[in-house]
């Protein structure tokens, strides 16, 4: 039955096919720069260009404080009871020495600990000792990294590390990552008698409140990498502390339907893409499309849906690419007497487009 509704409407299908098909050339549009993954244009390898040459591979240990669960080794010349010894430290900060006994040694760097060896056991027991202290293992000052980076895990840090020295320690972003990264941040507990700062202890690392840094939730900072680029970064590029996690999100995805030789969904790679990129990604424009009528369609956070009107064609000079953001959809028009052939073509296209733009 329904395609008896239909066959009396094939006649007028021909009619516009045929017509529009004797009586247009294929449209000329314009080249646009596109940037393949792993290119080194494209702003997640200029951003990794940035970080990777800032990044050292392995931090250095000795410069941060030292806490509980770090390993240290000690070694101090001509004497046997402190030749290589390992050390760990206590949950109080506390490790106990041969000849030295207990001592504190949280919040010490490795250098200070030892010039206090060498104080010490110059007091007691040598006219000039000659000590090495080093860290073996640092259990206390972990950052995380995590998301679409090369090699995501925990990595030591030092006193002096930013957000992007971890990223650069991960091994960079990848084609997939989005240049906007996330710094996640506990807050320490307040001493409800005093009104001081502690730090947070590991019984109650479940109850830990996070400090509202960004407008986004508590605990949360959004760093945009690509200030980096343009001496910007600093503000953004963040000292690390003990336990921060920096998440790098997939850039996510945009939707590319109309009078494309191949709608689909494509991955936003680089960082970056705009319409005409999207568009050259889904095989490009179609023979009937026309460039001068490109819609973008967007779902604000209010939830509301957005049209955005382009004119992307050849002749319009002051054509401007516009920017994607994920999940949008691009749509391009079809030009003269084809438009009902395209309208019929999007209704039945199958997939995400048809149900975003009627709200389902």
């Not at 700062?197 to 508590?218: D, F, R, Y």
């Not at 590029?237 to 998440?247: T, Y």
């Not at 994607?324 to 749509?331: A, G, H, I």
Request: charged letters at 20%.
């Amino acid at each position: 039955m329904r395609a008896a509704l239909f066959r009396p409407l094939l006649p007028i299908f021909a009619v516009l096919v045929l017509g529009a098909c004797s009586s247009t050339k294929a449209p000329v549009f314009p080249q646009v720069t596109t940037f393949p993954a792993g290119s080194l244009d494209s702003p997640n390898s200029r951003i990794n260009h940035v970080v990777l040459g800032q990044a050292t591979q392995e931090s250095d240990r000795n410069e941060a404080p030292l806490g509980g669960g770090d390993l240290l080794e000690i070694h101090v010349a001509d004497v046997p009871e402190l030749k290589d010894v390992k050390a760990r430290v206590t949950p109080a900060g506390t490790i106990l020495l041969p000849l030295v006994g207990q001592l504190k040694v949280e919040g010490m760097t490795a250098e200070e600990l030892h010039e206090k060896l060498r104080t010490l056991l110059g007091e007691k027991y040598l006219r000039d000792p000659q000590v090495s202290v080093s860290v073996v293992e640092m259990r206390s000052h972990k950052v995380a990294v995590m998301g679409e980076v090369q090699h995501p895990g925990l990595f030591d840090m030092n006193s002096h590390m930013r957000v992007a020295d971890a990223i650069g320690m991960a091994g960079g972003l990848k084609d997939e990552a989005s240049p906007r990264v996330y710094l996640l941040r506990r807050l320490p507990e307040r001493s409800s008698s005093a009104g001081k700062e502690v730090p947070p202890s590991s019984a109650s690392a479940k109850s830990t409140k996070t400090t509202p840094l960004s407008g986004l939730a508590p605990g949360v900072v959004e760093i945009d990498l690509r200030e980096l680029l343009d001496g910007k970064g600093e503000r953004g590029n963040l000292l690390l502390r003990p336990g921060d996690i920096v998440e790098v999100p997939r850039a996510g995805t945009v939707y590319v339907g109309g009078s494309v030789k191949n709608p689909k969904a494509v991955d936003i790679l680089g960082g970056k893409m705009t319409a005409q990129q999207a568009i050259i990604a889904a095989g490009g424009p179609a023979q009937i499309a026309a460039m001068s009528k490109v819609r973008v369609y967007r779902l604000l956070a209010s939830g509301q849906r957005q049209e955005i009107k382009l004119d992307l064609s050849k002749n319009n000079s002051a054509r401007i690419d516009f920017p994607l953001e994920k999940e949008d959809v691009v749509m391009v028009g079809t030009s003269g007497a084809m438009v009902a052939w395209t309208t019929v073509k999007d209704l039945i296209y199958p997939g995400i487009m048809a149900a975003w733009l009627l709200g389902l």
